[in-house]
């Protein structure tokens, strides 16, 4: 049988950094563990305008269609940032997940024992955090018609369209129960019911998706009081099912339970194929920092967890992703820390090649 193949999308900013840092990750699983994939490698983002003058080509894409997995490091920055809207870095991203129909973005947000004392809440909130968001990723607002720029009157006018078919609604929240099951078996549903009736049918589908998991309890919340509790008791949420873009603020958020931005991985998942695999694309919940960029300063785990996360959903490797994500917790147990989990306190950082070299080593260790 020919190896599972991995399409390899660095992107833009500390993006190539970070994915550096994986594909000696990706390297050790072949030598040690005998796990090889079948790596390529091509441009998305702002590397992709500059080379093609679009943010993401057809071949690409076409690429991304045909393997196992993509993995993505991010896209994005200044340089880009007076391009023409349909050609912008951010572009390249979406038309991956909206043509990959990858409608299920699962965005753990995890504490780490050692950073429970980094996270800006206290620590006995955070500490043991284990929490799931479940953020559609391609419908609403993101995508829905009409949207545009438009002339009214003497002035302009920007519309966005916030739109959901009950079909939208029901395939993520399956995905969301469905993870349910195999976790806490609770399922927090977060939209804005009381002001929008994308948020009435949001709420009136996922309840009746609910009947079909009796085993799971369902709770619902607007979402800005769900943002609120996420700072408040994260630990009382299991997974989090919501829209587009209230996945997109709440993940960020999230993300600083951890410690860093740095920390969050993704995977952004399809209906399966015909080797009963979804499609999938594994990326970091964080940017391309053009702050840090450059710099060997960016912290590299959250794109590594991404890459568990292509084990585990992808590659039924899920003993290995365990051996990956414990190697993680494992130096950061060391205390090493990237400059992003520090803080100003004036340690020592290690460098993202250093973070990168210490996860190898502690890999070498579990054997
Ligand atoms: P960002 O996530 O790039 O950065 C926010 C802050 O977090 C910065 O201070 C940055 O230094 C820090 N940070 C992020 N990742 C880090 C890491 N791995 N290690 C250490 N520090 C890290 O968000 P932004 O600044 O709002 O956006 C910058 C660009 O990235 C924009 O063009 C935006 O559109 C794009 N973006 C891309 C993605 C993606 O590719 N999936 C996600 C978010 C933002
Ligand atoms: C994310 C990012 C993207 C989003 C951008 C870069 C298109 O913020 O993945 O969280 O808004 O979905
Ligand atoms: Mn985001």
Sequence with gaps: MSNPSLLILPGDGIGPE?????????????????????????????????????????DTMAKAQEVDAVLLGAVGGPKYDNLDFSVKPERGLLRLRKEMDLYANLRPAQCFDALADFSSLKKDVVAG???????ELTSGIYFG????????????????????TESEIDRVAR??????????????????????????????????????????????????????????????????????????????????????????????LGAPMENGRPKALYEPVHGSAPDIAG??????????????????????????????EQAVETVLAEGKRTADLLGDEGATPVSTAEMGDAIVAALDASL
């Design 18 to 58: 970070v994915m550096a840092e994986v594909r000696k990750i990706i390297d050790w699983f072949g030598a040690k563990r005998d796990l090889q994939f079948d790596v390529s490698e091509d441009l998305v983002g702002g590397a992709a305008y500059d080379k093609h003058g679009t943010p993401l080509h057809d």
């Design 129 to 135: 955090l284990d929490i799931m968001i479940v953020r």
């Design 145 to 164: 018609e009409p949207r545009g720029i438009f002339e009214e009157g003497n002035e302009r006018v920007g519309i966005n369209t916030q739109r959901y």
């Design 175 to 268: 995905s969301a129960f469905e993870l349910a099951m195999r976790r806490g078996k609770k399922v927090c549903s977060m939209e804005k019911a009381n002001v929008m009736e994308s948020g009435i049918l949001w709420r009136e589908v996922v309840t009746e998706v609910g009947k079909d998991y009796p085993e799971v309890e369902l709770s619902h919340m607007y979402a800005d009081a769900g943002a609120m509790q996420l700072c408040r008791w994260p630990k009382q949420f299991d997974v989090i099912v919501t829209d587009n873009l209230f996945g997109d603020l709440l993940s960020d958020a999230a993300a600083m339970l951890t410690g860093s931005l740095g920390m969050l991985p993704s995977a952004s």
């Design 295 to 324: 710099q060997g300063k960016a912290n590299p785990i959250a794109c590594i967890l991404s890459f568990a996360m292509a084990l585990r959903y992808s590659f039924d490797q899920g003993a290995e992703a365990d051996r990956l």
